[in-house]
């Protein structure tokens, strides 16, 4: 039989203590209790992670078909087709490339559900990545008619040592947004330099488009998973309300935070901060890096 013991000294008039008062409890009951609550958790852990792994492989075994539509749909596309047939395999395309990316988001979601992301480790240029994202929304954005802007500190380390694919992934997302919520107009990104020292800087990335908006109300959704600022938001735009979710998860391990402002029909802003470890001897001269 498992007893707490409590023991509580007996005093007198002079302050002595002759006696100790002792009481001994039966908590066998809130034992076993504790028990098959500890039991209960750890079931439903373990159940949710190997729901996480499911989805993870599931995800895995859907990209490569879907990875070889798409191929041998380029490989299509640069044979001679009618007007009619190009239509066709292009709305085929598109429509494998929209179901990747979603299929890629719910992979990361599985991956930080089950606590395995991984995260790179190598030197890379910043230049070089801001404008490689760039390029991925240049068709989106010159067939919509928009402007699109990027300015990057000069006094921003360019050498810099990290994950390259993860950071592209956050402002890839950012830009992706900015380009499916504006109709008209202009979308900007701007790269600051908050600090700096001889071993890591500190770096913010801001997206500012002149899109439909947020209402102030709908902000603290933004970053929940599974969540839009209305339902009519998936049915006009699509998504699966992961993405900013999966952002922010990403922002937060690379030691920096996300936010957003907002003004319903006049545009958003949204920005994140990572913190970056600079190259220990970037190769070549200042002059020939910079020429």
């Given amino acids: 039989v498992e007893v707490a ?23 066998s009951e809130r034992k076993q209790m504790e028990a098959e ?10 159940g949710a992670r190997l729901k996480s792994e499911f989805l993870a492989n599931m995800s895995h075994e859907i990209r490569t078909p879907l990875n070889s ?5 380029n490989l299509l596309l640069d044979t001679e087709l009618t007007t009619e047939q190009r239509e066709f395999a292009g709305d085929v395309r598109d429509g494998g490339e929209t179901l990747l990316s979603l299929i890629n988001e719910i992979l990361d979601f599985s991956k930080i559900a ?23 929304v240049s068709d989106q954005v010159r067939r919509k008619g928009l402007e699109l802007t990027v300015a990057i500190d000069p006094e921003a380390p360019q050498f810099l040592h990290g994950d390259p694919a993860r950071l592209r992934q956050v402002l890839l997302n950012l830009l992706s947004n900015a ?10 990104v701007q790269v600051n330099k908050i600090s700096e020292d001889p071993r890591e800087t500190i770096l913010r990335f801001e997206v500012h488009d ?27 735009f699509g998504g699966t309300g992961l993405g ?28 994140f901060t990572v913190k970056l470890a600079k190259q220990a001897e970037p190769g070549k001269p200042a002059a020939q890096r910079f020429a």
Avoid: C, Y
């Fill in 244 to 271: 900013l979710s999966i952002a922010r998860e990403l922002v937060e391990h690379m030691g920096g935070t996300i936010s957003v402002s907002s003004t319903p029909e006049a545009g958003s802003t949204f920005w």
């Fill in 179 to 188: 380009v499916k919520f504006t109709k008209r107009g202009e979308i900007a």
């Fill in 5 to 27: 013991v409590t023991q509580s000294p007996i005093f007198d008039s002079a302050g002595t203590i002759p006696a100790l008062s002792v009481t001994a409890r039966d908590i």
């Fill in 114 to 136: 089950a606590g395995k992301l991984v995260f790179e480790e190598v030197d890379f240029e910043l230049t070089h990545t801001v404008e490689e994202t760039i390029t991925l």
């Fill in 69 to 73: 539509i798409i191929g041998m749909t």
């Fill in 37 to 46: 609550l500890t039991g209960t958790r750890d079931a439903a852990l373990e």
């Fill in 210 to 236: 002149t899109g439909i908006g947020i209402p102030n109300e709908s902000l603290h959704l933004l970053f929940q998973p599974f969540t839009q600022v209305d339902a009519s938001t998936t049915r006009h």
